[in-house]
Structure formats: structure tokens, C-alpha cells
């Protein structure tokens, strides 16, 4: 389809997401992609410096995960997953089992973050009340986000995203953000649980960066303090890895970083390399075993059409074997290194503040009279990169580089330097 004819039929049928349609850009005419790299169906060639909103973990049109698609989509492309079972679930289960924080055997697929972290907040509600002990409140952190469905707004932060739908959202104890000092964190928690302790059916936190809150980040001591508050006190915790896990953080999972065992772990985005939707809530064997019962009441009642599709499995099982390779670990140490070295160039700009990088993932703040998610300096922003053949999707006033792992030095380099010469503009 010729470009114009596809943006015309784009502007009379399209919803995109996070989108205001009056006044927004043109959206990019993406034909294919491949490593880093986006090209467009009018021949511009643009850096990847987001993974696609946080999903394309080793680069676009990765041979063995396509490869691997392929193959499972001429074998077994879906099959209802109540009742029945095959071998690329039951491998992926297996393998997430083994990959993941000591203890997490039991793996729940869905289809996305979101739903992920629904599950993960469903199954605590319904351990405690599986026990005979009902429980409903939920402690959350200050500016966390956990995803757009009604679940996962009322655990996030009320802000710009969920302020249309505040009245319908489930109350939730407010844990101070980390990322401005876990101390106070940590005494709130104790405070609740002091107060409230015995009503909490569950802890749930993005361990060590709040992502579309800010991508604000906080300290691996923090998170080892709230585990062990939980562990005390019986109270699952629940990591939402949609963001930091499969190596984002350096370690696969940013847990692992911190050395903590979670209840419940949720997972996404990058799991399937970025090429298929899916997600895992992953569980200890303690709590599946509370929904075992003669009771059919105690069953978990969840479930999606596309449950444990088998060529998303497969995709996810490809992904794995490549992010287990020494290539894949020297890759993100690589990307954290040139990270540190344009964060250094950039630190010294009048225009930034509060430079932070937690493994692959950096992030600063531009000085800019509007602050916050709306701050227009980010479109701004978005637009001279673009201009530059660079992807960059800053929330509001806070700019990030979430990069594919193929990434080279000498491109990152040139997204700090795009940054760098916006900054430097006449405003
Ligand atoms: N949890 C976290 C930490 C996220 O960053 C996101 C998405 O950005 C989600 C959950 C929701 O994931 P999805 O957009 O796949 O529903």
C-alpha cells in the first residue's frame, strides 16, 4: 500500500493507544524491522531506542525466534488450554521454573502485563480466602504502574492513566515511592502492617524501577527489607517484572539482582523477545497448593481464549535460549557501559537532572516548565529524534533509552548525541 493511502486509512480508522488524536503526529509508516533498526514504507531507516515500548529484547526480526515461529505455527498453532496441554507450554513452564527466583514453580499464562498482573493479584485475594481468612487490602507504591485493565489501574498510582476511572478503582494502601528514599518506605510498611497487618492479603511492587511512573529507581536494599517484612509476616509479595525482567536490570530478573524470592512474580513484554504477546504469573508451590481442594469453589477462574498459545511458547522458549547465551550476558553489560558514558557526557547539561541507569535501562530528567507525564518538552523532544532517526518516547519531562540488546555502542552514542543537540537548542 502506497504511504499516503495507508496514513489516510490509519487517520479514518485507527484508535492507536496513548494517543490524543487531535494534534498528534503522523504515526511512523513502519514496513519492517530488523536488529535495531525500524524502516519506514517511505525508506527512512529509525533507531529503536525504546524496544517498542519495552518489549524487543535481543532486536527486531531475530532469525531463531522467527524461525521458531514458524515452525509452531505449521505444527500446532492453538488449542483451548483448559483441559488440554503441549509440550511448548509445558517446556516454557519448565523452563521460566528454572530461570526464575529459587521456589517459583507453578506458572500461570496470560496474555500481557496487565492480565499478569490481574492473576498475580487474584490469586493472593483468593489464597487468603482459599485459607478461610479473607483478606482484601493491598499495599502498592507510590507512583508504581502496573497496567491498564481495572485490576492492575487500582494497584497503580492514581495519575494521569487511570484519573478517568478513579471512583471504579479498588482502594489500596499507599507505600511512599522508594526511588525518593526507602526508609520512609520501609516505616510505612511496618506502620501498616503495625495497624493493618492482618487485613494485607498482599505486597505488590516493580522491583527496582517504577517504569511508566518515571522510571524511577531505587535500591536493591530496599526491596530485600520489604521480602523480608513480607516473609515475617506471611503477607505474599508480589514482583511485577513486566518491565525489568529478562535481563533488563543485568541479571534476568531484577529480584535476582536483589537476591529476593518473591510469591508471585509477573512477567511480559520482553518474554517472547518481543515478537508475540504473552505473559506468566509464576507462584510458589505454597500458595498453588491452597487452591487445591474437593472444594471446586477454590479453583482459580481465570483464564483467556489465547491461553498458553503454543506459538508464542515457542517464541518465548527461543528468546530464552538466546538470553541464557554468554553473547546475551556480555551484550547487556556492554549497553550499560555505553549507557554510563553518555549519561556522563549528558550529566554536566544545565537542562538535565537526576541522571540513573539500573543495568540496561537509563534514564534523566529535562529541566522544562511543565513537569510530569503531560510536560510538552517530551514531544518535543520526540520529534527532533525522530527528525534525527531516532525512536524516543520520553514520559513527559523524563527522557529514557530502553535499547534492544543488538544495539551497538556507536548507536546509542548517537541517540545521546540527538538528545544532547536538542538540549543545546534556542528555546
Ligand atoms: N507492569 C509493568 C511494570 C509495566 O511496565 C507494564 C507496561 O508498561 C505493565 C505491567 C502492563 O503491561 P501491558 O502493557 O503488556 O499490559
Known sequence: M??????????????????????????????????????????????????????????????????????????????????CTHEPAVRLCTELARVAPAGLRRVFLSDDGSTAVEVAVKMALQYWENRGEPRRLVAALENAYHGDTFGAMSVSARSVYTASFDPMLFDVARLPDPSEGGAATIDALDALLGTRGRELAAVIVEPLVLGAGGMRMWDEATLRAIAERCRASAIPLIADEVMTGFGRTGPLFACERAGVTPDLMCVSKGITGGFLP??????????????????????????????????????????????????????????????????????????????????????????????????????????????????????????????????????????????????????
Open 278 to 427: 504473552l505473559g506468566a504469573t509464576l507462584a510458589t508451590d505454597a500458595l498453588f497448593d491452597t487452591f487445591l481442594s474437593d472444594d471446586r469453589r477454590r479453583t482459580l477462574f481465570h483464564g483467556h481464549s489465547y491461553t498458553a498459545n503454543p506459538i508464542a511458547c515457542a517464541a518465548a522458549l527461543a528468546s530464552l535460549a538466546l538470553l541464557e547465551a554468554p553473547a546475551c550476558t556480555a551484550a547487556r553489560a556492554r549497553i550499560e557501559a555505553a549507557h554510563r558514558r553518555g549519561l556522563a557526557a549528558l550529566a554536566a547539561h544545565p537542562r538535565v537532572s537526576g541522571t540513573r541507569l539500573t543495568g540496561t535501562i537509563a534514564a534523566f530528567e529535562i529541566a522544562s516548565p511543565e513537569r510530569g507525564y503531560l510536560a510538552g518538552v517530551g514531544r518535543a523532544l520526540g520529534a527532533f529524534a525522530l527528525a534525527d532517526g531516532v525512536l524516543l518516547r520520553p514520559l513527559g519531562d523524563t527522557c529514557y533509552l530502553l535499547p534492544p540488546y543488538c544495539t551497538s555502542d556507536d548507536d546509542l552514542a548517537h541517540a545521546y548525541d540527538v538528545v544532547a543537540r536538542f538540549l543545546d537548542q534556542p528555546r
Open 2 to 83: 502506497e504511504t499516503d493511502a495507508l496514513l489516510a486509512l490509519d487517520a479514518r480508522h485507527v484508535w492507536h493507544p496513548y494517543t490524543q488524536h487531535r494534534g498528534a503526529p503522523t504515526p511512523i509508516p513502519v514496513a519492517r524491522a530488523e536488529g535495531a533498526y525500524l524502516y519506514t514504507t517511505d525508506g527512512r531507516r529509525i533507531l529503536d531506542a525504546i524496544s517498542s515500548w519495552w518489549v524487543t529484547l535481543h532486536g527486531h526480526a531475530t532469525p531463531e525466534i522467527a524461525d521458531a515461529i514458524g515452525q509452531q505455527a505449521r505444527t500446532l498453532e492453538q488449542v483451548i488450554f483448559a483441559g
